[in-house]
């Protein structure tokens, strides 16, 4: 119920306050295991609702500081590598479920956390219920007609998704009685109130004596940094789903977020953050802006406070139907095939993301892939045209160095390898008309070049288009630089 309570937030509170088109908020399966030691620790879920306030706070401050500029710098191939990533586990996931063998649950992310193939699939064998093979196949057919045939697309109002949930239903009515029949274990169980103190209790409220327990501003802090990491990640990822390639503002975001999680837990909903499972089903059915994510909290509440006893009779089957569907189109083949097409540069970081969030989590594989990417993005600053090995360099009487637009500490390495490698007596030209920045480090070591070692070894150095100080590159920094425009030191 605290998981619906959070998803009913999502849609009102933050689908309402967020600029995302795309994004749908809710319970997310990256914080679950933090849930999970985070009641048990405190050893009251109403403290730890106390930590869910303290982390709607942070997050809110976040946004203010501007934090969530830091999403402009995950990599493309990495975003997407995190997504077929889950795409993959979303289909694991699932064919339990398709099949009517739920043992495992949803919360998880780690696929492989005491997993045994061996066991896994003893198992699954031995617990295979036909009917739910049967609504699973049935499913998937609507779905994918409900894609391809171009007049059934046509009826917004009646997604491929409801239809297929509806006949799940009814299906599962048509095998009462038979083998055929799915048990309860294996449909959607939701609490149904009778009186109005059931519907109190469908609320939780916080213990406000948490907030002298320091143990609850440090489990509040790390739901605020991994809620808003991933928050941040899903947001890049709903952006490229979202057809017309709107930008969604990052700080809004992560205010929308935390006011969202203040309301929540003042009312006993778990923590949220955006997920791309859910945001990818929202893109899936069409939608174009943020107001499908509101109707979809509105819809939730409706239907848990009027119809929860029909809604207990959804089979998992059908559920699994629609997110095997989703999965796939996170992690497909042709996906795979364009990064690989792009080279190694772009697929190496992707394939490892997505290894490592299957195998791993989340934000372990995305940290994995941002440093993969980054050792790439150095290497490649190695290779940049200013570098010549020795061998090209050798007997040359004239080299000549043009820098690039943009040269930083990056560069460092590549320039200081070209340095080293040319020869006594030679003649050099180095050329910064089009460079627009230097850092502060480069110029020193130019600058120790061309007035040390160069007038030991006899080199002739031509500084070309270099302005007269470093306050021209950077106002708050300085150098001492001593240099002769197109004159020889």
Known sequence: MSGIIAGIIGGLVIGFMSNSHISVSGPAAGLAAIVLAGITELGSFELFLVAGIIAGVIQLVLGFLRAGSISNYFPNNVIEGMLAGIGVIIILKQIPHAVGYDKDFEGNLKIFDGFNLQTYLSELSGAISPGAIVITLVSLGILLTWEKVPSLKKLKMLPGALVAVIVGILLNEAFKGSSLEISEEHLVSLPIPQTSEDFKNL?????????????VWLLGATIAIVASIETLLCIEAAD???VHKRITDTNLELKAQGIGNLVSAFIGGLPMTSVVVRSSANANAGASSKTSAIIHGVFMLICVLSIPFLLNKIPYATLAAVLLLVGYKLASPSKIKHFWEKGKFQFLPFIVTLIAVFALDLLKGVGI????????LLQGNMKRAYYYSREELEGAGEIRIDLAEEVSF???AAIKKTLKNIEPNSKVFINAKKTSYISDDILEMIEDFANVRAKEENIEVVLEGFRTSYKEYATDQHSHIKITHKKAI
Not at 203 to 215: E, R, V
């Open 203 to 215: 609320i939780t409220f916080p213990d406000f004596t948490g907030f002298l327990n320091p143990k």
């Open 240 to 242: 490229r789903m979202d």
């Open 369 to 376: 892939g941002l440093a993969f990417s980054i050792f790439y």
């Open 410 to 412: 990056l560069n460092k």
